[in-house]
């Protein structure tokens, strides 16, 4: 497990600095430009990223605001996101594009110490795996948001395969999520990587599947696309088809 959580370190790493190289370019009022996210500017996301990385920060080492335990002195979920957007209203954009540099630096050192065998209390808990892959899918979609607002184009990675798996392994919560009743019958995906190669996930001989480009896939688990914009995705059964219908990948 080590050996993952070092992969997975990295490619948060990459997926940070990536998004960090675009935010060097934004100066002056590009700063409040409004995102796809409604009623969030560029500085609203930034702030968004560095808040929440503080509070995964203290909700691994028991520190001053760890997620569930700030959440329960908060009025609505919604609160713990304004929280950090507020804070960096405080701030230029410049200076709330630094204190993430210095977030996410913090998370890393943080998570990169964990013991493998933790289990993170973070909503309804999660692995360590899952929890490094869960602020790995948050940089990527906000960083969607960046590069639509900016008009930079946002190359999709394979760092896109944890994504990937993070959607499948959250369909228990999307389907709670949506006050559904989860199908019973398993489902296989079939997803096409950035350099072509297909991913696969689930029972290979599950007569339920998904398949399509893996960019879209995540897009749609992420709410950046809609289900009916997305071109190559194909749901074969009625328990595909509600997956998708559901599909969500962050609480």
């Given at each position: 497990m080590a050996e993952e959580i070092a992969v997975l370190l990295d490619d948060l790493a990459a997926e940070q600095h990536a998004l960090v190289d675009v935010l060097h370019s934004v100066t002056g009022d590009t700063w409040f430009s409004a995102t796809p996210?409604?009623?969030?500017?560029?500085?609203?996301t930034v702030s968004h990223l560095a808040?929440?990385?503080?509070?995964?920060?203290?909700?691994?080492?028991?520190?001053?605001?760890p997620l569930n335990e700030f959440a329960q002195d908060l009025s609505?979920?919604?609160?713990?996101?304004?929280?950090?957007?507020?804070?960096g209203r405080r701030l230029p954009g410049v200076a709330v594009l630094a204190w993430w540099e210095t977030t996410q630096s913090a998370e890393r050192a943080v998570l990169a110490e964990l013991d493998p065998s933790m289990r993170v209390p973070w909503g309804l808990g999660m692995r360590v795996p899952s929890f490094i892959t869960a602020r790995l899918m948050e940089t990527w979609a906000h960083g969607l948001d960046v590069r639509?607002?900016?008009?930079v184009d946002a190359p999709d990675t394979d760092r896109l395969r944890h994504i990937a798996?993070?959607?499948?392994?959250?369909?228990?919560?999307?389907?709670?999520?949506?006050?559904?009743?989860m199908p019973t019958t398993a489902v296989r995906f079939e997803l096409r990587g950035p350099?072509?190669?297909?991913?696969?996930?689930?029972?290979?001989?599950?007569?339920?599947c998904i398949r399509?480009?893996?960019?879209?896939?995540c897009r749609v688990f992420v709410q950046r696309l809609a289900r009916s914009d997305a071109a190559t995705l194909v749901a074969e059964g009625d328990a595909a088809d509600a997956a998708l219908d559901v599909a969500r990948a962050y609480l």
């Open positions: 996210a409604r009623g969030w500017d560029l500085r609203d808040d929440t990385d503080e509070i995964a920060v203290d909700t691994c080492t028991g520190g001053n605001r609505t979920a919604e609160d713990v996101t304004l929280w950090g957007v507020l804070r639509t607002t900016l008009g798996w993070l959607a499948i392994r959250a369909l228990p919560y999307a389907f709670g999520v949506a006050g559904v009743e350099d072509g190669d297909v991913w696969t996930f689930g029972p290979p001989d599950a007569t339920d399509g480009d893996a960019g879209e896939f």
